[in-house]
T-cell receptor, first 114, second 116 residues
Framework: GESVGLHLPTLSVQEGDNSIINCAYSNSASDYFIWYKQESGKGPQFIIDIRSNMDKRQGQRVTVLLNKTVKHLSLQIAATQPGDSAVYFC?????????????FGKGITLSVRP | DAGVIQSPRHEVTEMGQEVTLRCKPISGHNSLFWYRQTMMRGLELLIY????????DSGMPEDRFSAKMPNASFSTLKIQPSEPRDSAVYFC??????????????FGEGSRLTVL
C-alpha cells in the first residue's frame, strides 16, 4: 500500500521467505512502471521495470506484476535476504517513448528478520 | 565507473543563507533531474533538463529555488534565501534518453540539507 502520513508502511519478513510489495497507481495513462530500491543514506537504485503491454516480468529473484484493470503493481522478491532490507518505491511514467517525468510513490520499508 | 556525483553530501545552514547544491551527471547522459525527498512528501521532481535545456520546472516550490545547467556535465540547484522547511535530501539523477528508450534514471547519493 501507499503511505500518506509521516511513517512509511513496513513489511517485515523472515529471511528466506518470499516478499510481496504492493503499489497502487492513479494515472491510467501511465504506460511504464519501475521499481526502485533505496538503502539507508543512498539514492534510489533501479530494480526492474515493466511496460504496460506486459503483465509480468522476471529478473533475478524479482518479479514484477502489473494489473492495469485495477491499476496495481507488485514486486515479488524470492528467498528474501538481509541485503534486501530497504525502502522500495514504485514509479510510473506516461509515454515510454517520450522523455516524460517519472512520478514516485511514497515508498514501503522492507525489514528482513534474521 | 563514476555514477552521478553530488556535492556537498551534507549541509547545515541558517535560515536566510544561500545554499548551492551541485551535480555532475554520468558522462554521455542527456537528461538531468533534481528531486527532493522528505518523509511527508516522498520523492518530488523539482525540475528536469534535456540537452541542458529546462523542460519542466513545475515542481520548483517557489521563486527562492533556481536551477541551472550551463553544460552537459554540471548542474546547480540554488535556494536563496533558505528556510527551515527546505530541509530535505536533494537528489540529482541522470539518464540517457532517445526515442524508444525507457530512459532509466541513475541517482546520485544525495545532498542532505538542514536549515536551522
Amino acid at each position: 500500500g501507499e503511505s500518506v502520513g509521516l511513517h512509511l508502511p513496513t513489511l517485515s519478513v523472515q529471511e528466506g521467505d518470499n516478499s510481496i510489495i504492493n503499489c497502487a497507481y492513479s494515472n491510467s495513462a501511465s504506460d511504464y512502471f519501475i521499481w526502485y530500491k533505496q538503502e539507508s543514506g543512498k539514492g534510489p537504485q533501479f530494480i526492474i521495470d515493466i511496460r504496460s503491454n506486459m503483465d509480468k516480468r522476471q529478473g533475478q529473484r524479482v518479479t514484477v506484476l502489473l494489473n492495469k484493470t485495477v491499476k496495481h503493481l507488485s514486486l515479488q522478491i524470492a528467498a528474501t535476504q538481509p541485503g534486501d532490507s530497504a525502502v522500495y518505491f514504485c514509479a510510473e511514467k506516461s509515454a515510454v517513448g517520450a522523455n516524460s517525468k517519472l512520478t514516485f510513490g511514497k515508498g514501503i520499508t522492507l525489514s528482513v528478520r534474521p | 565507473d563514476a555514477g552521478v556525483i553530488q556535492s556537498p553530501r551534507h549541509e547545515v545552514t541558517e535560515m536566510g543563507q544561500e545554499v548551492t547544491l551541485r551535480c555532475k551527471p554520468i558522462s554521455g547522459h542527456n537528461s538531468l533531474f533534481w528531486y527532493r525527498q522528505t518523509m511527508m512528501r516522498g520523492l518530488e521532481l523539482l525540475i528536469y533538463f534535456n540537452n541542458n535545456v529546462p523542460i519542466d520546472d513545475s515542481g520548483m516550490p517557489e521563486d527562492r529555488f533556481s536551477a541551472k545547467m550551463p553544460n552537459a556535465s554540471f548542474s546547480t540547484l540554488k535556494i536563496q534565501p533558505s528556510e527551515p522547511r527546505d530541509s530535505a535530501v536533494y537528489f540529482c539523477a541522470s539518464s540517457l534518453y532517445y526515442r524508444g528508450n525507457t530512459g532509466e534514471l541513475f541517482f546520485g547519493e544525495g545532498s542532505r540539507l538542514t536549515v536551522l
